[in-house]
């Protein structure tokens, strides 16, 4: 059975910073692709950053130079570092492992950015 659990979640004022993990289980990631979305209330699910099995990353641009996405594959976790925060970052935040026809999704963590 596979599983992504997420943690780093919170509350946290404007400017400050949070740490997003992702850890998986009965899943290798390794030659996965692995992402962090976020849905906020009243809007769609989004991309936020991505890393290829490659390192490859990208990310949207609102978040370009605050956010850094990274992986390790021996320890079968992907992080999201955010600093720089914003309310606008305010959002349930989804970690996303795809590899192959494989697709699954974290249970998700709360950010609250406080103005």
């Known amino acids: 059975q596979v599983q992504l659990v997420e943690s780093g979640g919170g509350l946290v004022q404007a400017g400050g910073s949070l740490r997003l993990s992702c850890a998986g289980y009965?899943?290798?990631?390794?030659?996965?692709?692995m992402g962090w979305y976020r849905q906020a209330p009243g809007k769609q699910r989004e991309l936020v950053a991505q890393?290829?099995?490659?390192?490859?990353?990208n990310y949207t641009d609102s978040v370009k130079g605050r956010f850094t996405i990274s992986r390790d594959n021996a320890k079968n976790m992907v992080n999201l570092q955010m600093n720089s925060l914003k309310p606008e970052d305010t959002a349930v935040y989804y970690c996303?492992?795809?590899?192959?026809?494989?697709?699954?999704w974290g249970q998700g963590t709360q950010v609250t950015v406080s103005s």
């Open positions: 996303r492992v795809t590899k192959a026809w494989l697709d699954y």
């Open positions: 009965g899943i290798i990631f390794s030659f996965s692709v």
């Open positions: 890393i290829r099995s490659n390192g490859m990353t």
